[in-house]
Nanobody, 125 residues
Framework: QVQLVESGGGLVQAGGSLTLSCIAS????????MGWFRQAPGNEREFVAV????????YYADSVKGRFTISRDNAKNTVYLKMNSLKPEDTAVYYC??????????????????WGQGTQVTVSS
């Protein structure tokens, strides 16, 4: 079992920045690939970014590429999502997720076994 707790959400103006954190406990954090997803009201949960166990590989949704950066600190059992140039359409509940070797379908929520409770990000125009 892996327990995930997100933090860092809040209200920010368009063009601003936020950094989300997700702290893991339970099994060895460094063995897990970690993803960030988001879900806006009335929408399905969508992929934002993923980082592999070592931090050597990252992938992003086209909608956030160049604005968001995913990173991890295995010594602190933490994965981060640095969000710059935020837009109102980035407003959503952001979730982190963990999976042992998520594989090529990393953008699909069903590929992840462990989820946090989510943190709200609201971007005002």
């Amino acid at each position: 079992q892996v327990q995930l707790v997100e933090s860092g959400g809040g209200l920010v103006q368009a063009g601003g920045s936020l950094t989300l954190s997700c702290i893991a406990s339970g099994h060895t954090f460094s063995r897990y690939d970690m993803g960030w997803f988001r879900q806006a009201p009335g929408n399905e949960r969508e992929f934002v970014a993923v980082i592999n166990w070592s931090g050597g590989k990252t992938y992003y949704a086209d909608s956030v590429k160049g604005r968001f950066t995913i990173s991890r600190d295995n010594a602190k059992n933490t994965v981060y999502l640095k969000m710059n140039s935020l837009k109102p359409e980035d407003t959503a509940v952001y979730y982190c997720a963990a999976e042992d070797q998520v594989g090529p379908y990393y953008s699909l929520p069903r590929e992840y076994d462990y989820w946090g409770q989510g943190t709200q990000v609201t971007v005002s125009s």
